[in-house]
Nanobody
Framework: QVQLVESGGGLVQPGGSLRLSCAASGFTLDYYAIGWFRQAPGKEREGVSCISSSDGSTYYSDSVKGRFTISRDNAKNTVYLQMNSLKPEDTAVYYC?????????????????WGQGTQVTVSS
């Protein structure tokens, strides 16, 4: 059974850091791109970052570029999202997702497998 499980969310003060993990089971991440998405209350889900498996290319939304870093550890079948300099507007439920194939996709409906999400709250 294909499954993605996010962890690492929590409450953090503005300027703080968190590292999210996306652990895969039932399939090998070596052959799949992984994207991170987030959904804030009352807003649509948006793409945050993605890492391909073919060449390790990474992509970031403008809102997180320079603050977030995506990485993968294929030996652990896990992808990470290091989030630094967090802002209140980063508050959201964060999801990881995998499309079919090794390349990042632009639209969320191109992602077939989704985790259950982890809550990130940035507040003083």
């Amino acid at each position: 059974q294909v499954q993605l499980v996010e962890s690492g969310g929590g409450l953090v003060q503005p300027g703080g850091s968190l590292r999210l993990s996306c652990a895969a089971s039932g399939f090998t991440l070596d052959y799949y791109a992984i994207g991170w998405f987030r959904q804030a209350p009352g807003k649509e889900r948006e793409g945050v970052s993605c890492i391909s498996s073919s060449d390790g290319s990474t992509y970031y939304s403008d809102s997180v570029k320079g603050r977030f870093t995506i990485s993968r550890d294929n030996a652990k079948n896990t992808v990470y999202l290091q989030m630094n300099s967090l802002k209140p507007e980063d508050t959201a439920v964060y999801y990881c997702a995998a499309p079919q194939g090794s390349s990042c996709r632009r639209w969320e409906d191109e992602y077939d497998y989704w985790g259950q999400g982890t809550q990130v709250t940035v507040s003083s």
